[in-house]
């Protein structure tokens, strides 16, 4: 590269070649026409395209350099332990990722929107398209898509149609149908896809991106803490495209940063990682409130083991124009987030997981907008401290809560309150085992909590379940009312997570028997 010892490698001239452009990376033409290309395989260096990595100067233009080299989607390599300054978007190319070596790349007083590092080519887009599919159907007739799109390659289907409603008078967009989802085949005009629709829709315009075998982004930090207070979105990594891989990574940003990792497309993987400090704190909008520590908007994506901090919302599933299916969370640890930790809008479709992790939540634990999830064996400590904060759980938007699972997980608030049932916002799916939402509402006399839940026409006596488990945070030295003669089994989870497991019978506790006694817990009610 000019201007510095650095960059050098083996090239080879190619006389077949007349028309490649020079890149100053991998191609350089001389002043004859000659293409003398670059021999090598795996990533693309930065080295080579003039990157010093010691931090003393911008590298923006050097590493875009780097990324645009990358024509058949390889990744770029940074140098081990580098520092990278960069001051505005860098992208371009089919860059797949990028190999970290523990080097840092530091986001250096930018002057716009911006993502610093973003990966995913746009082939095409087909707009003004009318296209009706069927539900269940996984194939699809669009003129013109083999000119844009091959197999592999990711297809995002927006629609017009409204699939949830929401109060627009409020500003509160609704959420439309719409799908991403890979291209398996394509014969003609008609497409093949690796998923099913998940319902009969509309198709109004189609675009596809680029297709990988495997994206990466290794052993990097990513320091946005330095960004001040600013009028425009700084975001730090942004995929959009299939088969994306995140590991051991440390993003961090300033109060004023909007997002720190957006999956966009299909199977992504995030582990081992550190986000923290993405809060948005200008609110500046975005189609949406931003201030995400992850923001996923892709089929069939694992967090795990990943630790997420200090965010509006530490993580977030927020799309309000295409359903996404398939996500686990599992061993992570998400603390004082501002608003729900983990935050499912009502474009997540089937039944998200969420095992294993640790919370401590200033707002929300979870908020679940999209009817069903599995939230399990977490340990949750909520700064919740009566009707006015924010729920543990949270579930509204969506019209029919049909699959929402809670079980043998731990709840610790700042003090104790008691949980009561709104019968009027829960739907229940009776084909399929269901837990009942439960959520803090203003409320009756507390003394008094259980009746909707066990009361005449309640939901326990209407849906007269096999097995109900239920679990009551209560208030000191009060009673457990009648429940004994209403369930057939009643757990308590006591402090320190000792599960009584022994029953009196299938009668349940004897309520005189656990009278007074300090207990902290939650509400489940589940039907077998």
């Known amino acids: 590269a000019s201007g510095n010892e650095i960059g050098g490698g083996y090239f080879h001239y190619d006389s077949t070649d007349t ?117 269940q159907q996984r194939m699809i007739t669009i003129s013109g898509i083999a000119s844009i799109a091959a197999p592999g390659d990711l297809i995002s289907m927006s629609s017009s149609d409204i699939r949830v409603s929401t109060n627009e008078a409020t500003g509160v967009r609704a959420y439309n149908h719409g799908m991403r989802a890979v291209i398996t085949s394509i014969v003609g005009d008609i497409v093949t896809l690796d998923r099913a629709f998940y319902a009969a829709f509309t198709v109004n315009g189609a675009t596809v991106n680029r297709g990988f075998s495997k994206m990466v982004l290794t052993d990097l930090v990513i320091d946005a803490t330095t960004v001040p207070s600013v009028s425009f979105l700084v975001n730090a ?3 959009t495209g299939t088969n994306i891989n995140i590991s051991g990574v440390r993003i961090a940003g300033s109060e004023y940063c909007a997002t720190g990792i957006n999956l966009i497309g299909s199977v992504a993987s995030i582990a081992g990682s550190n986000i923290v400090g993405f809060k948005n704190k200008n609110g500046v909008e975005s189609g949406g409130r931003t201030g995400y520590g992850i923001y996923i908007d892709c089929h069939d994506t694992v967090v795990s083991s990943t630790h997420i901090s200090d965010c509006k919302h530490n993580l977030s599933c927020a799309s309000r124009d295409y359903v996404m299916e398939g996500l686990l969370v599992q061993g992570c640890g998400g603390h004082f987030s501002e608003l729900a930790c983990f935050d499912l809008h009502a474009n997540v479709g089937g039944t998200p997981v969420f095992t294993g992790n640790t919370i401590n939540a200033t707002g929300a634990g979870f908020g679940v907008r999209n009817g069903s999830a599995r939230i399990a064996n977490n340990y949750m400590f909520s700064q919740r401290s009566g009707d006015a904060t924010p729920a543990v759980i949270g579930v509204d938007e969506y019209p029919n809560v049909y699959g929402l699972h809670i079980e043998n997980n731990y709840f610790n608030c700042k003090v104790e309150i008691t949980f009561q049932v709104d019968e009027g ?39 007269k379940p096999r097995r109900a488990v239920v679990v009551i945070q209560r208030l000191a030295g009060s009673h457990l009312v009648d429940i004994a003669t209403r369930m057939q089994k009643v757990a308590v989870e006591k402090r320190g997570m000792q599960l009584m497991r022994h029953f009196a019978g299938d009668s349940g506790f004897s309520t005189a028997g656990n009278a007074h006694q300090d207990i902290d817990v939650v509400i489940m009610v589940s039907r077998a």
């Open 19 to 135: 028309t490649t452009a020079d890149n100053g990376v991998t191609v350089i033409v001389t002043a004859g026409g000659k293409r003398w290309k670059r021999k090598f395989t795996g990533a693309v260096k930065a080295e080579w395209a003039g990157c010093l990595g010691d931090g003393s100067i911008d590298e923006t233009n050097n590493l875009k350099k780097a990324f645009a080299a990358c024509t058949n989607g390889e990744s770029v390599e940074l140098t081990r332990s580098g520092i990278y300054r960069v001051s505005s978007a860098v992208s371009g190319g089919s860059c797949s990722g990028v190999v970290g070596n523990y080097s840092t790349i530091r986001v250096d007083n930018p002057s716009a929107t911006m993502t610093a590092l973003s990966f995913g080519t746009v082939k095409g887009s087909l707009p003004n398209l009318s296209i009706a599919v069927v539900q």
């Open 237 to 239: 990594v942004r995929f």
């Open 425 to 463: 916002e829960v739907r229940v799916a009776f084909a399929q085992d269901v837990a009942i939402a439960f959520f803090q509402r203003r409320a009756h006399d507390k003394r008094h909590f259980i009746g909707p839940l066990h009361g005449e026409g309640g939901v326990v006596q209407r849906l």
